[in-house]
T-cell receptor
């Protein structure tokens, strides 16, 4: 199975900051990577698919990049509603697997 | 608007079975698949598999082969996930999601169903 390693596991930042979360795959997954946002007790929300395509309705301050094994999610200008846990998922090989998550907290 | 509404929380004993439903609305059901994912307490997500609502084709996580069955009822626009021989480590929130097999994405998610396995 493909392993996804997210870093950091925890991230503390202030409103207006620019933050970057990375996701590294244990083998080449092309651009079949998605990013999700999850808030406590809520279902995950798709932010980005195909490594860099913004899902409809997601604010443009979210962006994704990467291909192969290294990927990043960047949030430019943190808003209060962005403090949540972020997960990456690979959809290149079955079983589709997820990273362990990155919890973004207010500093 | 697209909505996926799941059945309610359940408590089961080890060895029992549970069937979670996921009712879809707001889109052509047979144009998409349904993915099932779970999240154990305080843990990350685990992909369980998916089913095509068009032809019933399934792909299950190897770890659950033999214990899980995913089905759909196109007349009621409902997907089901049956998990047998429950163990304590099956305790989790189970989610369904709409799967676009061409774009390889799961875009709309159900609200989640908590399944607790306890003696």
């Amino acid at each position: 199975d493909i392993q996804l390693t997210q870093s950091p596991s925890f991230l503390s930042a202030s409103l207006g900051d620019r933050v970057t979360i990375t996701c590294r795959a244990s083998q080449d997954i092309s651009t079949y990577l998605a990013w999700f946002q999850q808030k406590p007790g809520r279902a995950p929300k798709l932010l980005i698919y195909g490594a860099s395509t913004l899902q409809t309705g997601v604010p443009a301050r979210f962006s994704g990049s990467g291909s192969g094994t290294d990927f990043t999610l960047t949030i430019s200008g943190l808003q209060p509603e962005d403090f949540a846990t972020y997960h990456c998922q690979q959809l290149n090989n079955y079983p589709y697997t997820f990273g362990q998550g990155t919890k973004l907290e207010i500093k | 608007q697209v909505q996926l509404v799941q059945s309610g929380a359940e408590v089961k004993k080890p060895g029992a079975s549970v069937k979670v439903s996921c009712r879809a609305a707001g889109y052509t059901f047979t144009n998409y698949g349904i993915t099932w994912v779970r999240q154990a307490p305080g843990q990350g997500f685990e992909w369980l598999g998916w089913i095509s609502a068009y032809n019933g084709h399934t792909n299950y996580a190897r770890k659950l082969q033999g214990r899980v069955t995913m089905t759909t009822d196109t007349s009621t626009r409902t997907a089901y996930m049956l998990l047998r021989s429950l163990r304590s480590d099956d305790t989790a929130v189970y989610y369904c999601a709409r799967r676009d097999r061409y774009l390889r994405l799961d875009d709309y998610w159900g609200q989640g169903t908590l399944i607790t396995v306890s003696s």
